[in-house]
């Protein structure tokens, strides 16, 4: 490899990496769909049940005070490694699926009405399709679906061209699941806001492999899910501007999000505790704490160097096997690889892979829409964290050769 990796430290830290599966070393190539958990994220958990857990905000008492402190550090933490601007800014959620839902249900019921637009784009997850169509649908809204080209990019020209003075939200994926495409989310953005329209980003998988600063980008949203960047399961943020989340109606509602109750109305509590309902998941939030001082160590940009060349790498060694079809070749890519085998169904191909122990992700990646236009039953994916390495990718090519040697 041409640059410095602490890759056997690294690897060191992941315990569940170093097991067999069918007498085989396992390797993990699902890292899209949740990346594994260094002991440091562990550690944390079992040390807040071993010596912190308590419920937050509501106790006078030292434990729940210290369980307090820790949450609200953890805030700080998180405000610092997207660099909002405000600690109010960020609202704890059960991942990015509850944050999309939160901005879908809260953003549509405050700013959208019969006759307007929200723009999004065919790669999206589910998680960032289904709701805002579901909004425009109950609303009599229009949901405008941004289409790609044969590389999987987006055209941001095909995309400015659908903003008019009916649109009230664009909203995209920073990273795609299935393609690895790096959207041009500040150009996109930049061009929005020049017609006074906010953006929302998933950042669900970019937040794991890019450097994110959500003022430099100047988003309006970003979501993103704990357990995809090293952390628990269970946890996730959204990041809003104060303008909007001020604006915005609560999600939920019950304990924590009130300020006064009275038998016929409610007053709701300041930012962020307006839109964190109930007890939330402070063990969670404890391990993505440490998730986060974890990747700040290794840094996002040697992050993203390295996995860069195990993207050219990996690219390189499948391109070289005859009748593999990638799906998604854009020049800005993350590490992920989707294909398939000339017309081998994907889950074949799959179950083939994880009998040598390579763990690869077969299916439509809840992007049904996206396979209708590619015109596909879905892809295999394998996505790659800083964790895995250039032998790794070795052995996914040896197994696609002999999973095609069998399927053909
Ligand atoms: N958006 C994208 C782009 C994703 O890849 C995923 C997870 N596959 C999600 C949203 C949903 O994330 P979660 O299931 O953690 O809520």
Known sequence: MGILFPIDRVRSEFPILHQQIYKRPLVYFDNAASTQKPVQVIDAIRKYYEVDNCNIHRGVHYLSVKATEAYEEARKEIREFINARNTHEIIFTKGTTESLNLVAASFGKRYISEGDEVITTIMEHHSNFVPWQ?????????????????KGALN???????????????TLTHVSNVLGTINPVEEIIRMAHEHNVPVLIDGAQGISHLPVDVQAMD?????????????????????????????????????????????????????????????????????????????????????????KQLLDYATAMLAEIRGVKFFGTAASKASLISFLIGNVHPY?????????????????????????????????????????????????????????????
Not at 134 to 150: M, P, S, Y
């Open 156 to 170: 941001p020209e095909e995309l400015e061209g659908m903003i008019n003075e009916r649109t009230r939200l664009i």
């Open 348 to 408: 074949d191909t799959g179950m083939i892979i994880d009998k040598m122990g390579i763990a690869v992700r077969t299916g439509h990646h809840c992007a049904m829409p996206l396979m209708d236009s590619l015109h596909i039953p879905g892809t295999v994916r394998a996505s790659f964290s800083f964790y895995n390495t250039i032998e790794e990718i070795d052995l996914l090519a040896t197994a696609i050769r002999k999973a095609k040697e069998i399927l053909e």
């Open 134 to 150: 579901q909004v425009c649908l109950e609303k009599g809204a229009r949901l405008r679906i941004v289409g790609i080209d044969e």
């Open 219 to 307: 988003c309006d949203f970003y979501c993103f899910s704990g357990h995809k960047m090293y952390g628990p399961m269970g946890i996730g943020v959204l990041y809003g501007k104060e303008k909007y989340l001020e604006e915005m109606p609560p999600y939920q509602m019950g304990g924590e999000m009130i300020r006064d109750v009275y038998t016929d109305h409610t007053t709701f509590n300041d930012l962020p505790f307006k839109f964190e309902a109930g007890t939330p998941n402070v063990e969670g939030v404890a391990g993505l704490r440490a998730a986060v001082y974890y990747l700040k160590d290794l840094g996002m940009n040697a992050i993203a160097a390295y996995e």
